[in-house]
């Protein structure tokens, strides 16, 4: 499936553009005027084509389509999915805990983090939310979708089940600013609106089900050409709706609340763009798509290794340039060096692992005792053994 791979490069090329649309101090460049805040902000409105919520997408996609294949139980599936995710999870929030004192230290917050990093309360949301560093979120909430997957199955049989997307867009928007409305205390919020954000997330996971049925099954390919151009266009409709909030941005100088029209195209447009991917199927990729696919996962976990380096960087050596110049550039330099680095971790066993590239080495349960025998031997005969 080269089209899945290429949409896997496109989703980490897209998520790493993203995080370099932010300033030293994440905000959308507040030190630049309106008219240097635009291009940084058409960028973002570009790069968020992609996103984690395309991760989401692609994760659930293949695990909808591993699970037909393998035919694993659910306990199997947790246990397996947990070892994946879970435990490289736990390394790398160790691993952002101690690295953000690099730049806090440079940025002069150091105390402070270590402050906060003395209660039991952050390191409770670091390994249940993720917040160890702004990308982490994803860790555990794809896990907590998997749990959920059960649900999701009905995608395959009707397809039409990923139109549940759509209202759940409107729960999530709701939902969310009515917690951050009515509930004071942060803690509690946090865990609200992740319990929000997991629930309605699960519309990606019948969207992903949906297409995995669609794809088994098999249309004519004049459809998935007929498909194509219908989703190019509503990607550029759903663009268009983004380019309010776009402005607004580049405005204010401060992330903001996004309008409903706004706020429906970005969640909807990861759909749309795996869903285009999907129909060019029949193209010829290339096999780099498939080489470069291996380290998207890598890329994803170590890219903000890189862009806070470079910040650290230019601060030091106080290089300043157009905010535009400045995301290019942070781009140009964390692309590279994260699939570097993902690319020399791949090569040894010690590593490999933390990037979903090799058996994690001290979790090894042995799933096959938990298989019933005779379904062991149904497998052993499937497999020509």
């Known amino acids: ?24 101090t994440g905000l959308p460049y507040a030190h630049a005027d309106t008219a240097g805040r635009i291009g940084p902000m058409v960028i973002r409105a570009i790069a968020e084509l992609s996103g984690s919520e395309l991760f989401f997408i692609l994760s659930l996609f293949l695990l909808a389509f591993g699970h037909e ?8 599936t947790v246990s397996l999915q947990a070892k994946r995710l879970l435990v490289p999870f736990a390394a790398w929030t160790m691993f952002y805990a101690a690295f953000r004192l690099i730049k806090a230290d440079y940025a002069g917050y150091a105390p402070h ?32 979708l998997v749990l959920l997957y059960p649900a999701m199955e009905i995608g395959r049989r009707f397809p039409l089940a990923g139109f549940a997307i759509l209202p759940l867009i409107y729960v999530l928007d709701t939902g969310q600013g ?37 794809f088994t099954r098999g249309l004519p390919d004049l459809d998935w050409t007929l498909w194509r151009r219908a989703l190019l266009l509503f990607i550029a ?6 380019l309010a909030y776009t402005h607004d941005l580049a405005v204010s100088g401060q992330w903001g609340v996004r309008p409903p029209v706004a706020n429906l195209a970005h969640f909807t447009m990861p759909i749309l763009v795996f869903a285009a991917f999907l129909t060019t199927q029949k193209f010829a990729w290339s096999p780099r798509a498939h080489q470069l696919a291996r380290y998207t996962f890598g890329v994803y976990l170590m890219h903000p290794i890189f862009i806070d380096l470079y910040d650290i960087a230019m601060g030091l050596a106080g290089i300043h340039m157009p905010a535009t110049l400045e995301v290019l550039t942070k781009w140009v330099v964390a692309v590279p060096a994260s699939f570097a680095l993902a690319y020399a971790m791949s090569t040894s066993r010690s590593f490999a692992w933390l990037i979903g590239l090799g058996p994690v080495p001290f979790a090894s349960v042995d799933l096959g005792r938990l298989i019933p025998v005779r379904r062991r031997l149904a497998l052993a005969i499937r497999a020509g053994r």
């Open 178 to 214: 009515y917690v951050w409305g009515h509930v004071s205390d942060p803690m509690v919020r946090d865990y609200l609106l992740r319990i929000v954000k997991i629930g309605c997330y699960t519309g990606y996971g019948f969207a992903a089900f949906s297409l995995q049925g669609l």
């Open 69 to 76: 294949r393998n035919g694993r139980s659910y306990a199997e």
């Open 113 to 144: 983090l270590i402050e906060q990093m003395g209660h039991v309360s952050t390191w409770a949301n670091y390994f249940a939310l993720g917040t160890a560093q702004y990308h982490l979120h994803f860790l555990p909430t794809l896990f907590a």
């Open 237 to 242: 409709i759903a663009f268009m709706g983004k």
């Open 1 to 24: 499936m080269a089209w899945l791979d290429a949409c896997r490069v496109f989703a980490a090329l897209g998520v790493v553009l993203i995080h370099c649309t932010a300033d030293p």
